[in-house]
């Protein structure tokens, strides 16, 4: 498996090659404006929600995939600068949920293809390696969905993650199963004509949630605080994300740190959203106004005179 999947990221290298490069110059100006704001809903409420409609997959009761130690991001056909602005980024998020970031010039298991045409570019890939990709799904449920999602045009970021089942603990129980299912390459195409007037700051952290975590690409994330809302309809009326929300780090954090060879989702999905809960708690009550000191209470000696206070 990982060996075809090595093949499929060097076919992806090299029909990216084949297409000419877009425009290098970014469009910094970004309008910073009130973040989206939950509504009409309890907290815990919209946390179980949210990461019930963004965590994607491929099988009934399946496992949320995650990376397990090490991701190591790679971008091609992007001037070197802003390539490293999107690696830093995607690193960063790496080092916040616990994982270690390969050095300068290690193997890419995180490989973003820029083009400024990913509706052509992508289908070629399909059509030229389209055993590879088959290969890949050939046992996941949702292998067609997941084969036309990744084709369909018009996605200004698409993903494709490749994932290993590998042991876990001591055999498994009734509720933990005994493998996982570990992300071990990302293949992310960005395509410049399609992302609009957005920071690569902005693009970076929406590449670092979609990346690090297996996200459906077609969740309705518009009532939710969230980098998510990047590519948002206009007429949805939303602003757009300055970058990862706390919802996002506390989402990321909580699948990283919750147990992942749960058998049922639904115990996984419980799982993050308890570590999601709790971080957003710490990060209000850090935020919350300190008390106003308490006078000082009055002092007397032995005679019960006041000294003092």
């Known amino acids: 498996m990982k060996l075809r999947a090595g093949a499929m990221f060097a076919a992806a290298c090299l029909a990216a090659a084949a297409i000419p490069a877009a425009a290098q110059d970014a469009d ?139 042991p876990e603990g001591d055999g498994g129980s009734r509720l933990r199963a005994a493998i996982r299912t570990d992300i071990f390459r990302v293949l992310v195409v960005v395509d410049t004509e399609l992302v609009g007037p957005i920071s690569l700051e902005a693009l970076g952290d929406y590449i670092a949630m979609t990346a690090l975590a297996r996200v459906s690409p077609d969740a309705d994330t518009t009532r939710f605080d969230t980098v998510l809302n990047l590519f948002a309809d206009p007429e949805a009326g939303l602003v757009r994300p300055v970058g990862m929300t706390e919802w996002d780090r506390a989402y990321l954090q909580g699948l990283y740190a919750a147990q992942g060879n749960w058998r049922q989702t639904s115990l996984q999905e419980a799982g993050i959203s308890w570590y999601m809960n709790r971080r957003l708690e710490e990060e209000q009550a850090a935020e919350a106004p300190e008390p106003e000191g308490e006078p000082e209470p009055e002092r007397r000696d032995r005679r019960g005179l006041r000294t003092g206070g």
């Not at 404006?33 to 949210?50: K, L």
């Not at 971008?75 to 980024?89: C, E, F, K, M, T």
């Not at 996605?155 to 993650?161: F, G, L, M, N, Q």
Request: net charge negative; aromatic share 8%.
């Open 28 to 166: 910094d100006n970004v309008t910073v404006v009130a973040p989206v704001t939950v509504q009409g809903e309890r907290t815990r409420d919209a946390i179980a929600a949210f990461v019930g409609d963004i965590s994607a997959t491929h099988e009934r009761d399946g496992q949320i995939a995650r990376f397990n130690r090490r991701i190591c991001p790679g971008v091609i056909n992007l001037r070197p600068d802003y390539a490293q602005v999107l690696i830093d980024r995607v690193a960063q998020a790496a080092f916040m949920v616990g994982l270690n970031v390969g050095r300068p010039g290690c193997e890419s298991n995180i490989l973003i293809i820029v083009t400024d045409d990913s509706d052509t570019l992508v289908p070629t890939m399909m059509e030229q390696y389209g055993r590879v990709f088959e290969r890949h799904v050939e046992y996941q449920e949702r292998k067609h969905e997941l084969l036309a999602e990744f084709a369909r045009p018009g996605r200004p970021v698409r993903w494709w993650h490749l994932t290993d089942q590998v």
